[in-house]
């Protein structure tokens, strides 16, 4: 086995590590994880240190880490098929079983699913079918994109301007200028404190329309959203929100593309995020639970709506000029299948919504009186307490003071539990696997109360 300081050697030689401050690691200031094995929640790195990991990796490890289910799937895929393309009508026993649980899983009027590699790359497809479905309905100029402020959708092109959060913009040249952004539906940063939530979702929707209006409603395409902001600060929407967003959509004929690469499968306590608040899509996007990360795989999935244009259009224009070596890869198709059934026989949808409840209750019961928490969040085992300089008036820490990655590290150092620092704000994150158990629960919680107070203590 190589040795670690060989393994660190190289690593900083010659690995670009994605997301990274590229000048720190390559500095040897940053932590350099070498991580080694899974199990359940925890995971183990090369030193020997056995973390619980309560963000499931990025949100992705849903079933947990070392299900032998899903590796043994994999391994006999690998042996008798490990790749053959989806091109021209090809397909797999596990990639058209996957298709069929997907589409039996999903919110009424879902009809097909394109299989990719990753919620990128799944959103870039997204926003073609979208341009390729106004061409073929002979409406050119209906191509704008909205999407909202903190929202996350990828870091390609198309997707990395439809994420709205400056980190993915900055120095990239983006946003694109398909692309233009709307207000996120982020009630504990409301402007007037006393807006009542029900006035607070009218403001959103009135902002949406009037943004609709000054651009003109038949230059507008889609709408991409996440059921519940995630990367963005991990923020449930208020109460009607949904409804009536939608509500302008329908009224102005623009698609809705509801982004589930992290709610979808069980997150929130629903099979999908859709489901939960009530949200009619005309195309899902899927990845990260889909296999709980044991192989890569995305998906779109279409709507008989969107389905039946796209249908029409191969008719006059001839094969759909979009595809992938890897579309529907049977090692991540059988990973899938494995994944999927998994989910059902452990009943983890129904963990995700029960111990979820008891985990935000508990961060509620063991937070509520430290002074610099502003608020406790979350829906299923999506979760976020976020810090604050002035409870009262929502006011936030200096960036520059760096409070939330503070809590984020004591966390670790002090009782080895995964939180994450989320991007933009003071937010401590929390979406562990989907097993999660109500010890389990505890100990983040207790580590949690442990973290915040230490850091508060030196502010
Ligand atoms: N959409 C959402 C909602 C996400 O959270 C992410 C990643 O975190 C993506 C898309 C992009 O997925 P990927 O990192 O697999 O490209």
């Not at 932590?31 to 090369?46: A, E, F, H, Q, W």
């Not at 053959?84 to 069929?100: F, N």
């Amino acid at each position: 086995m190589l040795r670690n300081d060989q393994l660190a050697e190289w690593d900083r030689e010659t690995f670009f590590h994605p997301s990274t401050h590229l000048a720190q690691f390559a500095r040897g200031e940053l932590p350099d994880r070498i991580v080694k094995t899974g199990d359940g929640v925890y995971i183990t790195d090369r030193e020997g240190n056995r973390l619980l990991d309560a963000f499931a990796g990025l949100y992705c490890v849903n079933v947990g880490y070392g299900r032998s289910e899903i590796a043994d799937a994999i391994a006999k895929q690998a042996r008798e098929l490990a790749y053959y393309h989806a091109y021209v009508g090809h397909g797999t026993e596990a990639s058209i079983t996957l298709a069929k649980m997907v589409v039996d899983r999903a919110p009424v009027g879902m009809s097909k699913v394109y299989f990719g590699l990753s919620g990128s790359d799944a959103n870039e497809t997204n926003v073609k079918l979208v341009w390729y479905y106004n061409n073929v309905l002979g409406r050119p100029e209906k191509k704008k994109i909205i999407s909202r402020w903190r929202g996350y959708h990828g870091s390609g092109l198309m997707t990395g301007s439809l994420t709205g959060l400056e980190l993915f913009h900055n120095q990239f040249d983006l946003p694109l200028s398909q692309v233009i952004h709307t207000d996120a539906p982020y009630y504990f940063h409301r402007n007037v404190r006393s807006q009542s939530e029900a006035d607070f979702v009218a403001q959103c929707a009135a902002s949406l329309e009037e943004l609709i209006e000054k651009e003109g409603a038949d230059t507008i395409a889609a709408f991409f959203g996440e059921p519940v902001l995630g990367t963005g600060g991990i923020v449930p929407p208020p109460e009607g929100y949904w409804d009536a967003i939608q509500t302008v959509l329908r009224k102005h004929d623009i698609l809705l593309i509801a982004d589930e690469v992290v709610t979808g499968f069980g997150r929130l306590g629903c099979m999908f995020g859709s489901d939960h608040y009530g949200i009619r899509p005309d195309i899902i996007t899927i990845a990260k639970g889909l296999t709980s990360a044991y192989a890569p795989l995305s998906g779109s999935i279409v709507s008989e709506k969107v389905w039946k244009v796209l249908e029409d259009g191969t008719d006059k224009l001839g094969p759909i000029g979009h595809g992938w070596t890897y579309s529907a890869h049977p090692i991540g198709a059988a990973a899938g299948v494995a994944n999927l059934k998994l989910i059902d026989d452990l009943d983890l949808v129904t963990n995700a919504r029960e111990t979820g409840a008891y985990f935000k209750q508990a961060l509620k019961d063991a937070l509520d009186d430290i002074e610099i928490v502003g608020d406790i969040r979350g829906e299923g085992l999506m979760a976020a307490v976020e810090f604050v300089q002035d409870r009262e008036t929502g006011a936030r820490f200096e960036a520059s003071r760096k409070v939330g990655p503070a809590i984020a590290t004591a966390l670790l150092d002090r009782s080895k539990v995964i939180g994450r620092a989320m991007p933009q704000g003071d937010i401590l994150g929390f979406a562990p696997p989907l097993c999660l158990t109500t010890e389990e629960a505890d100990t983040i919680v207790e580590a949690t109360r442990d973290a915040v107070k230490t850091v508060a203590a030196g502010l």
